[in-house]
């Protein structure tokens, strides 16, 4: 395996190396390429990601990030830049984002209500492709404009690999999240080719839930969601409150996908740089370990992302509280069950 490694920004370098810990006591033999991309290479030299490290990326299994994002830098610029370009430019349309509430976990909402639904976010369109502009800047006028775009090819193909992920699932139930009661245009289009592909799969029962709503079953009635197929922003929202809801955002894993493999797959938490806990040793790695079991999976690991994924249980369950040192903690316990 020959793994591409960004660390990036804040927490980043410090959840990957308990993530390459425990990858590299399932898989002994990855071979790893750390690529120094962020806010230190971009107050250094101005760069961001350069058409070179893209190339070098390409010729990778899998890429491993931990976050972007630096207070110090202008907002936006890091994101934009580096995490979506990549996204963008290694066509990962699929935002694979599990969310599940695991045995011993405290989680927040009253009567230990059970979560494991699976959020597919797409990953290339939607208000997220810089589709806008600002007019009359400066003045009283101005106007800002941030247009989702939603094509036909997009949307088919994250909604077609939901209803693929929701037919292998015992529940075989899919939601489509949207706003198509004032988001019309798009929506439309959204609910369409549900309709369209869910002939395909007569066995995978649909709903649908506007996305406000969806913020309120998430916390009143999570029960109810299985697979979830929605866009880049509406996602982005869903994904950050259903870690919440599931034990915190140290737990919660994605994998950016090229469905069709063309690309290297991108595996990273859902959680960014934490500038606030960044340096105390406090961070969560456990989401970029799950992150590495998604990884393991799309490689076609499948026993080893189960040894990973019984390692976390198995610590989630038994865990004690505790501060100090805890990221190294956590990782070198999730490496040695991992590796038992
Ligand atoms: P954040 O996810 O970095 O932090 C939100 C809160 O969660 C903070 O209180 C933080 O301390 C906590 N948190 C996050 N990860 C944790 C972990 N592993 N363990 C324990 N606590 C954890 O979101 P933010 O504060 O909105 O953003 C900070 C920066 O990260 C911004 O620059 C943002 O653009 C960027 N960001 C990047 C990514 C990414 O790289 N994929 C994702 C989200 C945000
Ligand atoms: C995430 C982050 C990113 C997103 C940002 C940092 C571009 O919030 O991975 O969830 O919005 O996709
Ligand atoms: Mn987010």
Known sequence: MKLAVIPGDGIGPEVVAEGLKVLRGVVPDVETNEYDLGAARWHR????????VLRELREHDAILLGAVGDPTVPSGILERGLLLRLRFELDHHVNLRPARLYPGVPGPLAGDKAIDLVVLREGTEGPYVGNGGILRKDTPHE??????????FGVERVVRDAFERAARRPRRHLTLVHKTNVLVHSG??????????????????VAY?????AMIYLVTDPGRFDVVVTD?????????LAAAVSGGIGLAASGNLDVSRTNPSMFEPVHGSAPDIAGTGTADPTATVLS??????????PEAARRVEAAVAFDLATRQSGSVGRT?????????????
């Open 209 to 213: 839930c506007h996305m406000d709503a």
């Open 292 to 301: 590495v079991a998604l990884l393991l999976d799309h490689l076609g690991l």
């Open 45 to 52: 030299t101005g760069e961001l990601l350069p058409d070179s």
């Open 232 to 240: 880049n922003l509406f996602g982005d929202i869903f994904t950050d």
């Open 328 to 340: 190294t903690a956590i990782g070198d316990r999730l490496a040695a069950l991992a590796s038992s």
């Open 188 to 205: 439309q289009l959204w609910s369409r080719v549900v309709e369209e592909v869910s002939m395909e799969y007569q066995d995978v029962a």
């Open 143 to 152: 106007i800002a404009t941030e247009v989702s775009l939603n094509t036909y």
